[in-house]
Nanobody
Framework: QLQLVESGGGLVQPGGSLRLSCAAS????????IGWFRQAPGKEREGVSC????????NFADSVKGRFTISRDNAKNTVYLQMNSLKPEDTAVYYC????????????????WGQGTQVTVSS
């Protein structure tokens, strides 16, 4: 069974950091682009960042540039999202998703999704 599992979310104070993980089982991530998306209550699902199978990355959200970094470890079949200088507006459920081919900022382009992990930034 193809599965993505996110972990690493939690409650953090403004200015703090979290590292989210997206672990795949049932398939290898080597040939997939992996995107991170987030959805806050009452808002549309938003593309955050994506990493291609080659390792090149794209940030979709201007608000995270310079603060979030996406990376992958194919040996561990895992993709990471390092989030620094967190702000209250980063509060959302964060999802990872996989698609064959290149990165896309549209959530409809992804075939496989994790269940999400909650990130709450609050003092």
């Amino acid at each position: 069974q193809l599965q993505l599992v996110e972990s690493g979310g939690g409650l953090v104070q403004p200015g703090g950091s979290l590292r989210l993980s997206c672990a795949a089982s049932g398939f290898t991530l080597d040939y997939y682009a992996i995107g991170w998306f987030r959805q806050a209550p009452g808002k549309e699902r938003e593309g955050v960042s994506c990493i291609r199978s080659s390792g090149g990355s794209t940030n979709f959200a201007d608000s995270v540039k310079g603060r979030f970094t996406i990376s992958r470890d194919n040996a561990k079949n895992t993709v990471y999202l390092q989030m620094n200088s967190l702000k209250p507006e980063d509060t959302a459920v964060y999802y990872c998703a996989a698609r064959l081919g290149s990165c896309s900022g549209g959530h409809w382009a992804y075939n496989y999704w994790g269940q999400g992990t909650q990130v709450t930034v609050s003092s």
